[in-house]
C-alpha cells in the first residue's frame, strides 16, 4: 500500500506544480485561511484515489468534516492535507508538501509527505520504519534519536508562525535552546525523522491534518523502538493545542 500511496502523492504534487508558475488567486476559507485552486485539484485527485485503495472514511482539510458523534466508532480512516503549507505555495519558497496518513484506533500507522518542488518524499510506517526517497527514486532508512538535554539543542520552527516566548517556553521544561532552524509545513517532523534537528516545539494549536503524516514519518524514525509521540487522533475536537516532538 505505501508505494500506491507514494504514487498518488507525487500525481497530488504533478497537479499542484500545474499552478505554481501561474499568477495564484488566493481564496479565503470560513477560518480565514487561505485556499487556492491547488488546493482543491490536489484534493480531489487525492480523493478519488484512495476509495479504490481502500474504502475507508476520509478526513482532508478541503472537504466536509464530519461530526464527532459520526466518527467516534471509525477504527481506521484516512486523514490528508493536500496541500499543507499553502502560504509557502502562495509565497513560491517551496517548502509545501501533501500529506496522507492512515489513521488507525488514533494512532497514525502509515503515514507519506511528499515535496513536490523537490520532488522529494518522506515515508513512515509502523514495523516498517522511516524513509526519505530523493528526486532520483533512491530510497534511504532515516532515523532520529532521543536528544541529550544537558547539552542546547537545535530546534526546528515554523516559517510561518513565529512565537516570541518560544525560548521561554522551553526553558520552562529545562530545554535549552542552541539554534533555530526554519521549516515550513510538515517538513518540520521530517528534519526530526532525519536526525538534522533535535526537537520540533509547537506551542499554537494546529490541526490532525497538519501532523499525522509527518507524525508518523517522526514516529517509526526510531532505531530499535518507536519515537515517542503525544498526538492522538480522531478526537471530539480536531484540534491540537502544543506539543514537542523529538523528546
Known sequence: MINELITLSKEAGKAILSYYDEPIKVYKKAENSPLTLADLAAHNLILDGLKQLKNIPIISEEGDIPDYQDRKEWTQYWLIDPLDGTKEFINGNGEFTVNIALIKEGIPTIGVVSLPAKDITYTGEKDQGSFLI????????????????????????????????????????????????????????????????????????????????????????????????????????LKHLEFIIGL
Not at 522551553?170 to 526554519?182: D, P, T
Not at 538534522?196 to 497538519?210: A, C, K, L
Request: include cysteine.
Open 134 to 237: 530523493d528526486d532520483k527514486g533512491l530510497k534511504t532508512r532515516i532515523h532520529s534519536t532521543q536528544p541529550d538535554l544537558s547539552s542546547p539543542l537545535t530546534v526546528v520552527v515554523s516559517r510561518s508562525h513565529a512565537s516570541n516566548t518560544l525560548d521561554e517556553k522551553l526553558a520552562e521544561r529545562g530545554i535549552r535552546v542552541g539554534k533555530k532552524i526554519k521549516a515550513g509545513s510538515s517538513l518540520k517532523f521530517c528534519r526530526v525523522a532525519e536526525g538534522s534537528v533535535d526537537i520540533y516545539p509547537r506551542f499554537g494549536p494546529t490541526m490532525e491534518w497538519d501532523t499525522a503524516a509527518g507524525d508518523a514519518v517522526y514516529r517509526y524514525s526510531g532505531i530499535q523502538s518507536e519515537r515517542n509521540s503525544t498526538l492522538l487522533y480522531n478526537k471530539p475536537s
